[in-house]
């Protein structure tokens, strides 16, 4: 008798199993990108249309793509929608001038130590030189200033100058901490003019 116990245990298991995959295919995609292929497919199932898996995880530092481990790998995917969205909004180009940066690579480039870079959760975008007058920069930090209001998920915004009209954002993930937004004293005339508007 105990012979015929273990396979009907077995095939119960088995049931468990089939009906747990089966909902999480009805949850959405279960696989993580692990290559530039697979991010690509990803991204295009995503609706990220203006940013290419290539240059979503282009190093200049060592001249080579990165591609994130899988278990910051969603980390990416979230702060590329971000991204998308911006550049949907800004309507024109935006290049991507840093993504993941792991350590040390992170420490070389004299990023913060505590850089959600590290993390893949961030993505510096700034517009093809030539193209960043005054008024340019200022709609997009408009655009970008209006969703970090809007948008809590949205974690971090930097303002930068170099290269002209750049800005850092990144997004919630697990491990993130609080939002910010910096240089405090540049950002905070923009957001003061979103809640305005609001
Ligand atoms: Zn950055």
């Known amino acids: 008798m105990a012979t015929n116990v273990l396979p009907i245990l077995l095939l119960g298991a088995g049931a468990l199993l089939l009906a747990g995959r089966s909902s999480d295919d009805e949850a959405g995609p279960t696989v993580t990108p692990t290559d530039l292929e697979g991010l690509q497919a990803e991204l295009n199932a995503r609706g990220v ?3 290419t898996a290539h240059e979503l995880t282009w190093s ?13 790998m969603p980390n990416l995917l979230k702060a590329a929608d971000l991204a998308q969205r911006i550049r949907t909004e800004y309507g024109k180009p935006l290049a ?4 993941y ?7 070389q480039v004299a990023g913060i130590p505590n850089s959600q ?14 193209t960043a007058t005054t008024q340019e920069i200022d ?3 408009m655009i970008a ?6 948008d809590p998920s949205f974690h971090g915004l930097g303002m930068y100058d170099s290269p002209p009209g750049r800005i850092h954002v ?3 993930h697990p491990g993130s901490t609080g939002r910010e937004t910096w240089p405090v004293d540049r950002v905070a005339p923009y957001l003061a003019r979103a809640q305005a508007e609001a």
């Open 60 to 72: 200049n530092h060592v001249d080579d793509n990165l591609i994130p481990p899988p278990e910051l």
């Open 96 to 99: 991507v001038t840093s993504s």
């Open 145 to 150: 200033a209006r969703m970090w209001l809007q």
């Open 49 to 51: 249309t203006d940013f």
């Open 117 to 130: 870079h590290v993390r893949a959760a961030a993505l510096d975008l700034t517009m093809p030189s030539g």
């Open 101 to 107: 940066r792991p350590e040390p690579m992170n420490t």
């Open 139 to 141: 709609r997009l930090r």
């Open 170 to 172: 990144d997004v919630e």
